[in-house]
Nanobody, 123 residues
Framework: QVQLVESGGGLVQAGGSLRLSCAAS????????MGWFRQAPGKEREFVTA????????AYADSVKGRFTISRDNAKNTVYLQMNSLKPEDTAVYYC????????????????WGQGTQVTVSS
């Protein structure tokens, strides 16, 4: 079983950048597709981006396309979310999630979740 721990959140001004990391324990990380979701206060959890087992295939929400980049390093059991040109509307708790084999844009398809990391973008 894989356990997930996010890090890298914080407070940043609009236009700035942050890189989130999600470290996975266990020896089967490469068997999991990975996703990032976010949840703002009073809103539902929404899909941000996802990446395939080998990192070749990715998907992005329209709201972050061109600004955010997902990547993974299976040797380090870690998935990253590089966030550039941040906007106040990107403020949310960001969660990484793992799903066996194939990624999905639907949160309920994911089997494992991290505890989340807060990202706050000031205007």
């Amino acid at each position: 079983q894989v356990q997930l721990v996010e890090s890298g959140g914080g407070l940043v001004q609009a236009g700035g950048s942050l890189r989130l990391s999600c470290a996975a324990s266990g020896r089967t990380f490469s068997s999991y597709a990975m996703g990032w979701f976010r949840q703002a206060p009073g809103k539902e959890r929404e899909f941000v981006t996802a990446i395939s087992l080998n990192g070749i295939s990715t998907a992005y929400a329209d709201s972050v396309k061109g600004r955010f980049t997902i990547s993974r390093d299976n040797a380090k059991n870690t998935v990253y979310l590089q966030m550039n040109s941040l906007k106040p509307e990107d403020t949310a708790v960001y969660y990484c999630a793992a799903r066996l084999k194939y990624y999905s844009r639907r949160s309920y398809d994911y089997d494992l979740w991290g505890q989340g990391t807060q990202v706050t973008v000031s205007s």
